[in-house]
């Protein structure tokens, strides 16, 4: 029995109508991510200045808020003529310590918080270092409800601190003395009702001294939103098991009907779509019952894997599709481009484990505060850029080599017969649908990524200017529309009886090896030049 695929036995009309169920499905998912709150949203807080004289901090476990300060300053300006000593200590709630019915959820899944150094606007000082390095000691608290004891979520040695490297300067217009923003912490779950964060900038042994004169800290907190949350969990708990199930079917059609080895083609959508179902596993179930900072270095490990299965998916498809190729079937054909693929990968997850791995046990770990680490960061991110430049060219070629042997191929079907000019109309009908398919898909990706960085900034440091909200729906609408397309390719590529089953001379032109001995297959043997 030969082998075609399913999408060679759908009409015109068919594909249509499966075109038009994605569209509708996409629209669907596009409509209730957008119905939703915006993905993220920031909340703005003033730390308050608590006059450590007992030195409490040092000890390291004993978190400083409103009921335990000894002494709250109330300005540093007037309070503090010089930078704040080694007994001052900054600290704030999060979200608030106001209003007890405003807390934090597990469904926000992260928090990311950004510190603000508000230098002193006396005209009379001037600046020590234009880039001063900010030191500082930190400790994360945390409670689930108003009425209860601060629970440790990371504290340190006393000995340890943290860097940050700012670039202050004097705004010519207004005169104004500002800092950049530095990254603070960064959080991997949102386990608890309320953050209590303290913070100490040190004196001692040369630390913090070019910095200007501080009249106050400030914090915005970044969080994932809830609603938004359950949007994006609902949508992966229906794919889920969707794709699952569609990849074992595709597996049972691929055992069924490729009597030999499988060929290279359907191992890799087997891996893709195996791929996209650990990415759509709805482990954020999880973190509402546990305490899991490790779910976003999972998260980023299983998006960083469907995108090395979708290119080596893009890169096979391509090359094996070539009707001047010799050989076929053989990853060894493909060595250097699944090297790129590769080590862009590794490089990607080298970085992930340095950033984000490290910040599991140190949340105020960050690779760029350092010159050191800053310049291995650099490195790595140009290494995989390198390879992802190689990959995308070396695709753009097999494509180009594709389409211009297809067109060939295509132009002298006129004088073969008609078995084999149906093969070879297949080939290209696939061929085509995986193109057209891709560049869809891409091209919308990239039209949603503009559309939100013009319409909506992520990170608006707690401003409340209004903006059009349509950032959810477009991330919900992305996510959708590669599972569909991951969908549509185990269904519309899986193998299945020939739409000919009379006719015995098809079976001598499908992809599968019809040669026990060691000449060529049919394949190669009907994909020579046109010239023949």
């Excluded at 779509?273 to 305490?291: A, H, K, Q, R």
């Excluded at 059009?468 to 899986?494: K, P």
């Excluded at 299945?496 to 009379?502: G, I, K, M, R, V």
């Amino acid at each position: 029995m030969a082998n075609s695929i399913v999408l060679e036995k759908l009409s015109s009309r068919n594909l249509l109508l499966l075109f038009g169920g994605n569209l509708v499905i996409l629209i669907i998912l596009c409509v209730a991510g957008g119905k939703g709150p915006r993905p993220t949203n920031a909340m703005h807080r003033t730390t308050k200045a608590c006059n450590d004289s007992k030195l409490q901090f040092e000890h390291n476990t004993i978190p400083t808020d409103e009921k335990s300060c000894p002494d709250i300053i109330p300005s540093l300006e007037e309070d503090y003529p010089e930078l704040p000593g080694n007994n001052l200590v900054f600290f704030v709630v999060l979200p608030s310590d106001m209003y007890s019915h405003y807390t934090m959820s597990r469904w926000f899944q992260w928090m990311i918080t950004i510190l603000q150094i508000k230098p002193s606007q006396n005209s009379m000082i001037k600046l020590k270092d234009e880039n001063p390095t900010l030191t500082f000691k930190g400790a994360i608290f945390g409670r689930h409800h108003v009425d209860e004891e601060w629970t440790p979520v990371h504290v340190q040695d006393p000995d340890i601190t943290h860097n940050r490297r700012l670039h202050c300067g004097v705004d010519k217009e207004y005169g104004v003395t500002h800092c950049t923003d530095v990254s603070l912490f960064e959080l991997g779950s949102v386990f608890y009702a309320q953050y209590l964060v303290n913070l100490q900038l040190p004196q001692r042994q040369g630390f913090n001294n070019d910095l200007p004169r501080i009249e106050g800290v400030e914090i915005t907190e970044i969080h994932q939103n809830g609603g938004f949350t359950k949007v994006w969990v609902a949508q992966k708990t229906l794919m889920c098991p969707l794709l699952l199930l569609a990849t074992i079917l595709f597996r049972r059609q691929v055992k069924k009907y490729e009597i030999h080895s499988p060929l290279l083609i359907t191992k890799v959508i087997t891996g893709i779509g195996v791929t996209n179902v650990i990415f759509n596993l709805p482990l954020e179930y999880l973190s509402l019952f546990i305490d899991l900072p490790e779910l976003r270095v999972w998260y980023d490990c299983s998006t960083g894997l469907f995108y090395a299965a979708t290119a080596v998916l893009w890169l096979l498809f391509v090359g094996e599709h070539r009707m001047d190729l010799d050989q076929r079937n053989k990853f060894s054909n493909y060595w250097k481009e699944i090297t790129a693929i590769s080590v862009c990968g590794c490089v990607m997850f080298l970085f992930d484990v340095i950033e984000r791995g490290l910040q599991i046990s140190d949340p105020f770990h960050s690779i760029w505060s350092t010159v050191a680490g800053e310049s291995t960061a650099r490195t790595l991110l140009i290494v995989s850029a390198s390879c992802a430049a190689f990959y995308l060219l070396v695709l753009i070629y097999l494509m180009v080599r594709a389409v211009i042997s297809m067109s060939r191929k295509r132009a002298s079907l006129v004088n073969v017969g008609r078995v084999r000019q149906m093969y070879y109309e297949g080939l290209i009908t696939r061929f085509k649908v995986m193109v057209y398919g891709t560049a869809v898909c891409g091209l919308l990706t990239v039209i949603m990524f503009i559309m939100i960085n013009v319409n909506e900034m992520y990170y608006k440091w707690g401003r409340s200017e209004k903006t059009i909200e349509i950032s959810s729906g477009f991330l919900v609408g992305i996510a959708g529309l590669w599972n569909l397309y991951v969908l549509n390719i185990l269904l519309l590529y899986a193998p299945t009886s020939s739409a000919d089953q009379n006719t015995d001379e098809y079976d001598t032109v499908e992809m599968s090896e019809v040669n026990t001995g060691g000449g060529p297959d049919a394949l190669t043997t009907l994909t020579k030049p046109s010239a023949d």
